[in-house]
């Protein structure tokens, strides 16, 4: 009896001491591994959409300045926003209208004309460009009236080239302004891309060295007939990385390497806004 009692009480003891050391050590490692093989589950609600919303309700009003006034308050505010990317896109296309518009915008000068004023003229001093100054104020011809006053938007503009995120992204006085998607990147880096990862390359600095528009395979100028259906090129002083759309029959060349391709109306809309000079970064 007194041998059974000892078995008793020592399966007792050791059992005791079994359970806890499973409870303690070998089940929370079980349930781990059986946490990691089940699907992940549904990522936590956004809470910026919301926020994301208003913007959108504001813009689809049709008042432009409020609208640029609520998504950079959002993209400031809400830079890991699920909406951060779309939110860009829409306020570039804001910025876009706004500055190639003759909408009045506080940040907007008035030049009045003077007497031996030309479009260039007027360019030059208020350092942008005669296709802005054209197209922002509706002119159907290049010919200036004394005192006629015209609305010119003041650029300070920079351009990023970012491999990473696929896009060409313009900036004006330091601020976000509008982004482009790249369709292509030039012949010799999607050949790098297709074999093994390079090693990350560091930032090239260049500047717009001439902008082409091409009609019928020819030439013109912004003030020509023509012009606006032409198609555009940016050349810049980065080798191989003119900035280009897609084949058209009024471009049937492309420029050396392939360029980076973009599409047609992004295009247009750089070559209008930007001056020669512009500071552009490749990263």
Not at 141 to 163: A, C, N, W, Y
Not at 168 to 177: A, E, M, P, S, T
Request: aromatic share 8%.
């Amino acid at each position: 009896m007194k041998v059974l009692i000892l078995i008793f009480l020592a399966l007792s003891i050791f059992g005791a001491a079994g359970y806890f050391t499973y409870e303690l050590f070998i089940h929370p490692q079980v349930a781990l591994k059986e946490e990691k093989l089940q699907p992940p589950g549904p990522p936590p609600p956004d809470t910026t959409i919301p926020e994301f919303q208003k913007c959108v309700a504001v813009r689809r009003s049709g008042k432009l300045l409020p609208a640029r006034d609520a998504f950079y308050d959002f993209i400031d505010r809400y830079p890991e926003s699920s909406k951060l990317d779309e939110a860009k896109t829409i306020l570039g296309d804001i910025n876009t209208q706004i500055f190639l518009s003759p909408l009045p915008a506080p940040e907007k000068q008035i030049y009045i004309v003077q007497k031996g004023n030309v479009l260039n003229h007027v360019a030059a001093k208020m350092k942008t460009t005669g296709e802005l100054i054209m197209r922002s104020n509706d002119l159907k011809g290049t010919m200036l009236r004394i005192g006629q006053k015209i609305m010119v938007s003041p650029d300070e503009f920079r351009m990023v080239l970012s491999h990473k995120q696929k896009k060409v992204i313009l900036y004006n006085k330091g601020r976000y302004f509008a982004q482009y998607p790249v369709l292509a990147w030039p012949a010799e880096h999607g050949a790098k891309a297709t074999g093994p990862k390079p090693p990350p390359q560091p930032k090239v600095l260049g500047k717009v060295t001439d902008k082409i528009a091409w009609l019928n395979g020819t030439r013109v100028t912004f003030y020509e007939k023509g012009y606006a259906d032409s198609t555009h090129w940016i050349q810049l002083s980065i080798r191989g990385y003119t900035l280009n759309s897609e084949l058209t029959e009024n471009s049937p060349t492309k420029p050396p390497g392939g360029g980076v391709v973009l599409p047609a109306i992004s295009l247009k809309n750089l070559s209008d806004m930007i001056p020669k000079g512009t500071p552009v970064t490749l990263e």
